[in-house]
């Protein structure tokens, strides 16, 4: 089974967040779990639950602030295995295009 969280880790400060969000998926390394990190959130895949619970409380307690927001959704689709990457792939198919703008920035 491949189990599909979305994990946001916050500290609540003023400055720049960059540094303790660079020790919150640094802590992920220590799990068996495969990851990518995007501006808003980082997507976890897991074979299994505990071990994407385990990450996601590691990269919580990673951060040192005095208050630290975390938001954590799950697709744990039980009927058969799908990636990230798959289902990315899915929508694309779909579009006939790739699932992004082709903005310059």
């Not at 639950?49 to 040192?64: K, M, P, R, S």
């Not at 959704?73 to 694309?92: G, N």
Request: proline content about 3%; hydrophobic content about 40%.
């Amino acid at each position: 089974m491949t189990v599909i969280g979305f994990l946001s880790v916050a500290p609540v400060i003023e400055d720049s967040m960059a540094d303790e969000i660079a020790n919150a998926v640094d802590a992920l390394e220590e799990f068996d779990v495969d990851y990518e990190t995007t501006p808003m959130g980082t997507t976890i895949e897991a074979d299994d639950i505990g071990e994407l619970f385990g990450a996601a409380q590691a990269a919580h307690e990673a951060v040192d602030a005095d208050r630290v927001s975390t938001v954590l959704k799950i697709d744990d689709k039980r009927t058969r295995e799908t990636s990230a990457r798959e289902k990315v792939d899915s929508v694309e198919a779909e579009l006939g295009r790739p699932a992004r703008s082709e903005r310059d920035d």
